[in-house]
């Protein structure tokens, strides 16, 4: 992994970190997740008139990547109803890595070298580490980390298929638009379906969250899916997963979550896990 990819997936790290915090933080979760996916909207046509066509044997994974994207976010939505960020970002973001690792090794064949294969383990371990941290009343949230789990399956899947499709596709960015505009057309009609009366407070209460958030989402993501198609899958979601260390500075200076030496010790895990992804290439 180059030093230039690395920098883009930190940065793309912190921006998703950010616009799961506006989700958390919003009263409607659901309004804010729609508002999340509309807000992308803008940016991801200006991309698809921008870029190339993707190839005809990319559509496939696009179809399926608007599908699972949709599914993490409904799933996330739900987490975040029941549980903190500081409790269901780590689960959900740190679930991944290992689920893409094991598919990238014995599905893909991608050949990891022991180094990366430390790094990855460091990362994942440190960030559920963090999710098996006592709340303050001294209980653990057994719901919001089974729904956490399913959203890291998502994350997983969606991951693979968007760094396959991104490969074919010839077009890093013209790919993930099809799927950003797909993704939000089938959140409105999730929203349509299930709360169709908070529709016109995506431009009313919303607002805010849906020019942020989805500008953040969008530029996020995008640069992930660049990273896919310039270093393998495997490490560029292990490296992308170390949002929780941002996510967790902002759930405590912003949302007023509790810090303690648990989260603080596994933090440390995860940065230097994600500092040892350098070393192959140092």
């Not at 719901?143 to 396959?164: H, Q």
């Not at 939000?184 to 805010?208: E, H, K, N, Q």
């Not at 198609?229 to 500075?249: G, K, Y």
Request: glycine share 10%.
């Amino acid at each position: 992994m180059t030093l230039l990819v690395f920098c883009a997936v930190l940065l793309a790290a912190l921006l998703h970190a950010s616009w799961n915090a506006l989700l958390k933080g919003g009263a409607d979760k659901r309004l804010s997740m729609c508002a999340i996916t509309v807000g992308a909207v803008p940016l991801a046509t200006l991309a698809l008139l921008l870029s190339p066509v993707p190839a005809p044997e990319s559509w496939p994974y696009a179809i399926a990547g608007i599908f699972l994207h949709a599914g993490y976010q409904i799933f996330l939505v739900q987490s975040y109803r029941r549980g903190d960020l500081t409790q269901v970002y780590p689960i959900a973001r740190g679930s991944a890595p290992l689920i893409v690792a094991v598919v990238s090794f014995f599905g893909l064949g991608v050949v990891l070298a022991p180094v990366e294969i430390l790094a990855i383990a460091m990362i994942a371990c440190g960030i559920l580490s963090i999710a098996l941290v006592r709340q303050s009343d001294g209980l653990r949230n057994g719901p919001a980390a089974r729904l956490a789990l399913i959203t890291g399956c998502f994350i997983a899947s969606y991951s693979i298929v968007d760094g396959i499709g991104a490969r074919l596709a010839g077009t890093a960015f013209g790919f993930f638009a099809v799927i950003a505009i797909g993704d939000a057309a089938v959140f409105l009609g999730y929203m349509a379906i299930t709360a169709r009366r908070s529709i016109p407070a995506l431009w009313g209460s919303a607002r805010g969250v849906l020019l942020i958030g989805g500008s953040a989402s969008f530029v996020a993501y995008s640069i992930v899916i660049w990273a896919f198609t310039q270093a393998p899958i495997a490490l560029v979601v292990a490296l992308r997963e170390t949002s929780i260390v941002f996510a967790l500075v902002i759930g405590v200076a912003f949302l007023n979550e509790r810090l303690n030496l648990g989260k603080v010790a596994a933090t440390m895990m995860t940065l230097a896990g994600a500092a040892l992804l350098r070393l192959p290439k140092a």
